[in-house]
């Protein structure tokens, strides 16, 4: 939850146009996704000219095409309807740029492209990340590889709802990467451990300001903090590792300040060095857990949801899940587990995005929230469920503010880019 000014408008959906958060969310979208296209061109000729090998060229180009698929993915979960608002997906999306704008001619073409439906651009993400894991050679964390590639299809595929190719994806990935053995380790050791995929490189020299790492917004800052909503919930057991708190173990995921609970996933909070994690092998096993389940193999759905929950439960033993007697209460154990298990990693807005409309586990637009600022120590008292106030009222799903604006500058730069409807 928000505990300042900083994000105010975007926490309470109280955004238009114009306003600076979303603005620049797709601008710099953008910018990169333009600076992609221009690698995959400047290496392309490189590789013509015989000044690069081609299979240098090709791990360059990979990475690009990475980097400009999961760009517009993310984009699109903002700015778009989900993929199954409409039967093929053919509700309105954003454009697909790629071609690398730096002329005047380019410039020009490049301003009156048109929004592709939401099919399409799944469908070209999903060709960039294809090509990406076939020509990547790099292995490196923080430079885009082949088993991201292979990662995040999982995701893509899990939004798409083709519960068979996330499972297909997954598998690719068996004997890879492994859970660490304590939910923490991810964090603790960010650029060294057996289960980050990709992870975004940080350092003193790139984040030399206050409004740029993870750990100076959530730790040095505290501008966000844990929602009393999900602290409080009674399915995260009060033993649960993902809640420890400890001033002198470096393995601590949360600290308390003035009552509230802040993430200690981000622990740098000096020379913010921590590694920006975008996907971790966590996520690749419950996006499996919740393909297998959706898909009546509810054994698997058990095995993949415990393997990431137990890890982090006192005594496994007594306390791990147990055989479901349907397959809605499995999907909503994964579900749950997917708040805690990627608490403060940029998942939950994904989830809530897709399970629009979903057959089995229905979120009716964006919930309810606490109010913007710093709650009550009292608020996160455990033992019962936090039933309110809620300042930040839910938003229906066929509410117009449940999608952000395209930028008032965009639309008026390209007059053939249709604004999202009720904006004006």
Same mark, same amino acid.
């Given at each position: 939850?928000?505990?300042?000014? /900083? ?28 600076? !992609?296209?221009?690698?995959? =061109? ?20 990979? @990475?690009?095409? /990475? ?33 690398? #704008? ?10 009156? +492209? ?8 799944? +469908?070209? #993400? ?39 190719? #996330? ?12 859970? =660490? &053995?304590?939910?923490? %380790? ?16 940080? &350092? ?41 708190? %400890?001033?002198?173990?470096?393995? $601590? ?36 857990? =919740? ?6 193999? !509810? ?17 496994? &033993? ?18 749950? =587990? ?17 399970? @629009? ?10 919930? !309810?929230? #606490? ?8 608020? /996160?008292?455990?033992?019962? $469920? ?6 930040? &009222? ?7 503010? /449940? ?22």
């Amino acid at each position: 939850m928000n505990t300042a000014t /900083f994000y105010q408008l975007t926490y309470t959906a109280t955004y238009d146009p114009t306003t600076a958060n979303n603005v620049y969310y797709w601008i710099d979208g953008y910018r990169l996704i333009n600076r !992609a296209n221009l690698v995959i =061109e400047g290496v392309s000729n490189a590789v013509t000219s015989g000044v690069i090998k081609k299979e240098v060229g090709d791990d360059y180009i990979g @990475q690009a095409k /990475f980097l400009r698929a999961i760009t517009h993915f993310e984009l699109l979960n903002f700015f778009a309807r989900p993929y199954n608002e409409t039967t093929g997906a053919t509700h309105l999306g954003i454009p697909y740029r790629e071609t690398g #704008v730096d002329t005047q001619k380019e410039i020009d073409e490049g301003i009156l +492209q048109k929004r592709n439906t939401v099919s399409e651009v799944y +469908q070209k #993400v999903l060709a960039d990340l294809n090509e990406a894991e076939t020509k990547i050679t790099n292995t490196s964390l923080t430079y885009a590889s082949k088993n991201a590639a292979i990662a995040f299809k999982t995701r893509v595929y899990l939004h798409m709802r083709d519960w068979a190719k #996330v499972i297909t994806e997954g598998k690719k990935l068996d004997g890879k990467y492994s859970l =660490e &053995a304590h939910p923490g %380790s991810p964090f603790l050791n960010s650029y060294s451990n057996k289960e980050s995929i990709f992870s975004i490189l940080q &350092a003193a020299t790139l984040n030399p300001g206050v409004n740029a790492a993870l750990a100076s917004q959530y730790k040095r800052r505290t501008l966000v903090c844990i929602s009393p909503i999900i602290w409080r919930d009674t399915e995260w057991l009060a033993d649960d590792k993902r809640r420890f708190e %400890s001033a002198s173990d470096p393995l $601590a995921m949360v600290f308390t300040l003035s009552g509230r609970k802040y993430t200690n996933k981000y622990k740098d909070d000096v020379n913010h060095t921590d590694a920006a994690p975008v996907i971790r092998y966590a996520e690749v096993v419950l996006n499996m857990a =919740e393909a297998y389940a959706r898909t009546d193999d !509810a054994v698997n759905g058990l095995k993949f949801l415990n393997q990431v929950r137990d890890r982090a439960l006192a005594a496994p &033993a007594t306390q791990s899940y147990k055989p479901f007697t349907d397959k809605a209460s499995l999907v909503k154990a994964i579900l749950k =587990e997917r708040r805690i298990e990627f608490l403060m990693e940029g998942r939950r807005w994904s989830d809530i995005h897709r399970l @629009q409309k979903d057959d089995i586990q229905p979120i009716d637009g964006i919930p !309810a929230k #606490v109010a913007n600022g710093n709650p009550a120590a009292t608020a /996160f008292t455990l033992g019962t $469920a936090y039933t309110g106030p809620y300042g930040v &009222a839910a938003i229906p799903g066929n509410d117009f503010r /449940f999608l952000w604006p395209i930028p008032q500058d965009e639309i008026n730069a390209n007059p053939n880019l249709e604004q999202n409807p009720g904006w004006k």
